[in-house]
């Protein structure tokens, strides 16, 4: 009997194998499977992870909606989940926050690799009064980690750097700006690591508050400086960066930072000191040029931003940054759309920057929008990536206005038109009935594997079923998704029994005459 994530051997997932479930009722399905894959307009021949929002479980499935393999954490997820290439998941896990530290929207608190049969294999926790992971991690190809951190500047600290007071509303009148880590991690020793190279927005700061601070200055004259009071609000969690991703070719990393509608690359080939310095300020920015004093409101063109991440060598698009463009700031009417960045990349690895001027391009390439454009709408969460054949997976990580459903994962076309959708049917409290409206289902956003992943080389690949509880095939006896002869000889072999072995189908506790007729009478596919 399978055993699945969610602890039983009775489970919805294990009883269900092999079975489409609205195709049972013949109606059109709620969630799970939505839009399959169409020979006339083919989706990336890939398999999809993730995880239910505030949930402990992950799952990677099928482009048939059917479940690959699922693991299961003591944590719930906090947030982002990666398959490496050995094989094994790579998992954001929160573990909550120590008494007095950092805690907000996002949080995590450690990093965490399950084995393909879901063993712990190691947990690195970097979550302290004075730090905390949160959001996203990237694996990296030499086999560290890069991650992002909450580092916990006091009051007096924010002052002393030019912070405004009036730009303090935390009760403790403290900052958490960006900390990024480089861990080697040390998988012979279950909660080891080494931090091998850092990089924080302490160290490249503007402010034209307080002139007598050394870091005083003219916004506009340093666009490769972060404004420490420029951002959404005064919370302490004043950037919120809740994406980060590498490229090995340009040793460069970006990152999101909602709160400010940008994404940044800094650069990786520095040491830690040299990346403290001027080596380590901004290479480039996008999305809001007010945030460095140049252009107006009307040059913004990223509000509330997540998930940036470079398309890689070989796929359409190559070099180019997708990010997801939540809209939840954007004036007047909102809206989300997925959108590719192509950089003013330059030959020495640097970007160019008009003189007085802002960094482009003007505007996105629109991946994809609505028709109506308010019809795609998340307020937070979600994200963007391309696939080798062209295609983009988008995640409209939680459901608003006109589309109110959550973890929602599709995938369009070049032109936009989407081939393939599927809706998480799965809440941190459990699997949804088929047919039921979906609610409580959320996801910070999903990723694709090509079926022929290194990763993937070795392992059980058996369809397992949908995560989602069927509806019942009437008829059918033995769960093959079809009432037919077997049926019928099952009924009439366990003739007069108490239809323990499955042919009782009408459940009252016989099997007789009335089950077979029922057999009869749903006789075909289901």
Known sequence: ?????????????????????????????????????????????????????????????????????????????????????????????????VDGGPAAGGDGGCASIFDWDNNLLWRYCHNTTEHRLHH??????????????????????????????????????????LWIIELEPDLNTADQGTIVWEWRA????????????????????????????YGRDGRADWLHVNAIDYNETLDQIVISSPFVNEIWIIDHDTTTQEAAGPAGDLLYRWGNPLAYDRGTADDQTLFFNHDCRWIPEGYPGAGNITVFNNGSTRPGTRYSRADEIVTPLLSDGTYELVSGGTYGPEDAIIIYEADVQTDFYSSGLSGVERTESGTTLICMGRGSGTDPVGGQFFEVDESGEVIWRYINPVTPAGPLNQGD???????????????????????????????????????????????DVDDILAAIAQFGSDGSQGADVNDDGTVNVDDILLIISAFGGC
Not at 15 to 28: P, V
Not at 83 to 94: K, P
Not at 144 to 172: H, Q, Y
């Open 202 to 229: 302490w160290d490249h700061l503007v402010q034209d508050f307080d002139a007598t601070k050394p870091n005083y200055g003219v916004i506009a004259d340093n666009p490769s400086k972060i404004d420490l009071n």
């Open 136 to 177: 996203d991690i990237q694996p990296m190809p030499n086999g560290n980690i890069l991650m992002i951190s909450w580092e916990v500047k006091s009051n007096a600290e924010a002052l002393a750097a030019g912070r405004d007071p009036a730009f303090i509303t935390d009760e403790d009148g403290e900052v958490w700006p």
């Open 437 to 483: 409206v979906p609610s409580g289902q959320n996801a910070f956003r999903c990723s694709q594997y090509p079926v022929d992943y290194v990763g993937f080389d070795g392992q059980d690949l058996t369809p397992q079923g949908p995560l989602e509880i069927p509806v019942p095939c009437p008829g059918d006896t033995d769960g093959d998704n079809d009432a």
């Open 1 to 97: 009997m399978l055993l699945n994530s969610f602890g039983s051997s009775a489970c919805p997932i294990a009883l269900s194998l092999a079975i489409s479930s609205m195709a049972i009722a013949g109606e059109t399905p709620t969630m799970g499977l939505i839009t399959a894959c169409d020979d006339a307009a083919p989706c990336s021949d890939t398999y999809k992870l993730f995880a239910p929002l505030n949930g402990t479980q992950t799952f990677l499935i099928d482009n048939d909606g059917m479940m690959i393999n699922s693991w299961v954490d003591d944590y719930v997820a906090g947030n982002a989940l990666y398959m490496l290439e050995n094989g094994t998941l790579l998992r954001c896990s929160d573990n909550g926050p």
